[in-house]
T-cell receptor, first 114, second 111 residues
Framework: NAGVTQTPKFRILKIGQSMTLQCTQD?????MYWYRQDPGMGLKLIYY???????DKGEVPNGYNVSRSTTEDFPLRLELAAPSQTSVYFC?????????????FGNGTRLTVT | AQTVTQSQPEMSVQEAETVTLSCTYD???????LFWYKQPPSRQMILVIR??????QNATENRFSVNFQKAAKSFSLKISDSQLGDAAMYFC????????FGQGTELSVKP
């Protein structure tokens, strides 16, 4: 099983450029999440989705957009990249919290904005 | 607002000893879940333990146990018989309306 697949693994952007981080899961999970992790810090929730067509803001949504047109895919869009968006981005998925099952994380995307 | 606070950025324990990591949280949800996740240098997240807020009994998983104090909104993790492989960053996580992580506690284990 592939689990949660994130692409790309690394990316360098210039200030003002845009890009989309891809996230796909093959476990039929309803819930999907995007986090960013700065060095030595915890994970900050950017956006999350509880099912296809439903998205909601997390703790740090500014500068990002998401969509959830299918159960499998949850892309994260960065518009007008800024140095403050330099971070490691993790996508995760899960069943509803009532199900005793862990979060599944992708391997992360290391993004540098210069 | 939903928050999770880990007040210990770093902790150290001697191999075979016991260590307790602290966590406090705040949520307006009446139904929520709490977790401890471990992140080794590989960056992959590993579930350590899960607690349903409606259960009074503290969760245990082998050498890992929690002290869940619902009224105090406290959720500490106790690691018994610490092993070298326990060294990692540990995150306290609250799942109410959102899935919120604490800042993390870096645990080192001394041989």
């Amino acid at each position: 099983n592939a689990g949660v697949t994130q692409t790309p693994k690394f990316r360098i952007l210039k200030i003002g450029q845009s890009m989309t981080l891809q996230c796909t899961q093959d476990m039929n999970h309803n819930y999907m999440y995007w986090y960013r992790q700065d060095p030595g810090m915890g994970l900050k929730l950017i956006y999350y989705s509880v099912g296809a067509g439903i998205t909601d803001k997390g703790e740090v949504p500014n500068g990002y957009n998401v969509s959830r047109s299918t159960t499998e895919d949850f892309p994260l869009r960065l518009e007008l990249a800024a140095p403050s968006q330099t971070s490691v981005y993790f996508c995760a998925s899960s069943y509803p919290r009532t199900v005793n099952s862990p979060l599944h994380f992708g391997n992360g995307t290391r993004l540098t904005v210069t | 607002a939903q928050t999770v606070t880990q007040s210990q950025p770093e902790m150290s324990v001697q191999e075979a000893e016991t260590v307790t990591l602290s966590c406090t949280y705040d949520t307006s949800e009446s139904d929520y879940y709490l977790f401890w996740y471990k992140q080794p240098p590989s960056r992959q997240m590993i579930l350590v333990i899960r607690q349903e807020a409606y259960k009074q009994q503290n969760a245990t998983e082998n050498r890992f146990s929690v002290n869940f104090q619902k009224a105090a909104k406290s959720f500490s993790l106790k690691i018994s018989d610490s092993q070298l492989g326990d060294a990692a960053m540990y995150f306290c996580v609250n799942q109410g309306g959102k899935l919120i992580f604490g800042q993390g506690t870096e645990l080192s284990v001394k041989p």
